[in-house]
Every structure is written in structure tokens, then in C-alpha cells.
């Protein structure tokens, strides 16, 4: 345990006091805009009666953007910066094994959301302890048994998961290896199909049918996307895939159901997040708390979406246990 001058020691040098701040200057860095889980952090705050200023700026899904924000976060004096997603996080704070390096956020308190596994991707050394003074998070993934609980629900004789996944987001090959192992120890088949990248380094959207042919026929039943930013992005051609091969999609993310037609997900609500962020915000930013300090925030509530026009439109229809616990869109 830090000796009390230690860590007050550290307090000074990571900017957080233990007086509440008259005004907090927070920089919001987004992957891909600010959706759900941005809204719901800047809500929380804006509700909470604090005196609290923000910051957005988008990445564009461009990791080239994201040293220039961080510049920014320097010279402007900003209290505090919320990460979304795994490659604005590692763009931002690097991981555990560049504790060392310059470039990175090693002072700013900084809180990181919808990153898929941060352990897994070296973002913290595990839930219980971050391993880094200045950094904590959220955490909103269920665990992957319950995916594949889920998909037994759905289709009872369920023998085989597909999987598309592109190597540019690590997140992206995190879930991949992790997926693996699971289905191994499950005793379930499982295939993997990575989508290619262009010459810009990127996959591209007209590959992912490819893709989903590619599974089906191998004999893969349900297809998972795992934690691709790419995917979630590109839910209209995944969309049209999917209808074209007649797979059911199960994904992490409930706006691939309630707005790009995959079959099913288990998730928790973005919304839910970004205010569990906005409470973690508070604690540094008002109640003196060491981000370091601070175990990663783990959601407890996670919803079932089930999208029933795609359902009937390529044939595989839920049973009605589970619709009794689901919501359902059309």
C-alpha cells in the first residue's frame, strides 16, 4: 500500500487534488464520433452540478490524428481525457509496455471506454489494478460464455462459430484468439475468416460478403463479429452479407440490431457506459481520487436485442423462451 506522502505525491504530479476544482476541462477523444456512450459521460457530468467544460475530438478512424490531440491536451492545461474505443485508447495512452515512451499520456488522468479487453490488448494489467497511476476505465463486455449461451438459446443444436475479424484493429484479433480458445474448451468448431486489407492498410466493405460466403461454407452456423470498429461501421454491408448467405449475426453491439439488421446481440447499453465513465470522472476530477486507484468499472446489466424481420427474412426464427426475455425490433 503507497504511504500517504507518496501518494500525495503522486496526486500533485498527476494535477488531482483532493478540493473539489471550480471548473474541469475534459477532452473527449472518439474513434468514430461521439455516440451513445460520449453523450451519456457528457450527461452524467452535466447532471451532476459540476462546473465542467468539454472538448471533442474525433479520430475519423485515422491513428494519425490521435498524437496531435494529445498535444493539444498538453498545452491547453485539460484536466482530464475519456478515450473511446481500443485504438484511440493505445493512440492515447500507449500500453503497459510503453510506460517509458514520451509520445504517450503518462500524467493527464485519463479514462478509457469500449475497449473490448483491455487486459488483452495491454491497456491495463488487469481489472482489480490498473498497473498505471493515471489511467482507469469502463468495462462493458459480458463474458464470451455468455455469447455463446445466448447462440445455444437461440439454436439449441449449435455446433459451430464463425467469426470475421480485420488484423488492422487489435481488439479486432484479441477476440479472435480469445473466441478460440473458448470454442475449443467448449467443444465447439470454430473458424475464423480475416477480412483483407487494402493498400491503405484498411479492409474494405465490398470484402466482408466474401467473407460470410466464406464461413458458410465451411459449415459455420452463427457468425460473431467480435470487437471490429470496422464492422460496426460497415452494419449495412454486413447487413446485405448476411441476407445474401442466409447467416444469423450475433454481435456485441446493440446498434448493429437496432440500426444495421444483425440478427441478435448481447450488450450492454452505450448510454449505461458513458455515464459509469461520467461517475469515474467525478471521483477524480471532484473527490480527489488517484485514477490508478480506481478498479476498471465493470457493467453488471446487459440487454438481448433480436432483430425479428431479419429473422424470418433468412429463416432462423428464435424460440419463444427466449423472445420472453428479449427485446425485439423489426
Not at 503522486?10 to 455516440?35: D, P, Y
Not at 473511446?84 to 500524467?107: C, K, M, R, V, Y
Not at 491497456?123 to 459480458?142: D, F, K, P
Not at 467480435?226 to 454486413?238: D, M
Amino acid at each position: 500500500m503507497r504511504s500517504k506522502i507518496a501518494t500525495a505525491a503522486l496526486a500533485v504530479a498527476l494535477g488531482v487534488g483532493t478540493a473539489t476544482a471550480e471548473t474541469a476541462n475534459i477532452m473527449i477523444v472518439t474513434w468514430r464520433g461521439c455516440e451513445e456512450a460520449c453523450a451519456g459521460f457528457q450527461d452524467y457530468l452535466a447532471a451532476s452540478g459540476h462546473d465542467v467544460t468539454f472538448t471533442l475530438r474525433d479520430a475519423a478512424q485515422d491513428k494519425t490524428r490521435l498524437p496531435g490531440f494529445l498535444d493539444e491536451a498538453r498545452q491547453s492545461g485539460t484536466g482530464l481525457i475519456l478515450t473511446w474505443g481500443t485504438s484511440a485508447t493505445i493512440g492515447i495512452a500507449g500500453t503497459l509496455a510503453d510506460l517509458e515512451a514520451p509520445q504517450f499520456n503518462h500524467t493527464i488522468p485519463q479514462i478509457f471506454m469500449i475497449v473490448a479487453d483491455p487486459v488483452g490488448a495491454g491497456v491495463v494489467q488487469s481489472l482489480e489494478e490498473t498497473g498505471r497511476a493515471n489511467i482507469t476505465g469502463t468495462y462493458n463486455r459480458m463474458p464470451e460464455t455468455v455469447t455463446l449461451q445466448t447462440i445455444r438459446s437461440y439454436m439449441p443444436a449449435f455446433a459451430h462459430l464463425g467469426l470475421l475479424f480485420n488484423a488492422d484493429e487489435k481488439n479486432s484479433v484479441v477476440k479472435r484468439d480469445e473466441m478460440a480458445a473458448l470454442a475449443a474448451d467448449q467443444g465447439i468448431a470454430f473458424t475464423a475468416v480475416e477480412l483483407p486489407l487494402g493498400e491503405d492498410g484498411h479492409p474494405r466493405a465490398q470484402d466482408i460478403e466474401a467473407g460470410m460466403a466464406a464461413l458458410k461454407a465451411v459449415g459455420a452456423e452463427f457468425v460473431y463479429v467480435g470487437s471490429s470498429s470496422f464492422l460496426q461501421a460497415e452494419s449495412e454491408a454486413l447487413h446485405a452479407a448476411a441476407l445474401a448467405t442466409k447467416m444469423p449475426v450475433i454481435s456485441p453491439y446493440e446498434d448493429m440490431v437496432r440500426k444495421g439488421h444483425a440478427l441478435i446481440s448481447v450488450a450492454a447499453r452505450y448510454g449505461d457506459v458513458g455515464r459509469l465513465a461520467g461517475r469515474l470522472a467525478e471521483q477524480i476530477l471532484f473527490e480527489g481520487a488517484l485514477p490508478g486507484s480506481l478498479p476498471v468499472a465493470r457493467m453488471q446489466d446487459f440487454a438481448i436485442t433480436i432483430d425479428t424481420n431479419m429473422a424470418r427474412k433468412i429463416g432462423v426464427y428464435p424460440p419463444l423462451e427466449l423472445l420472453d426475455i428479449a427485446e425485439t425490433v423489426e
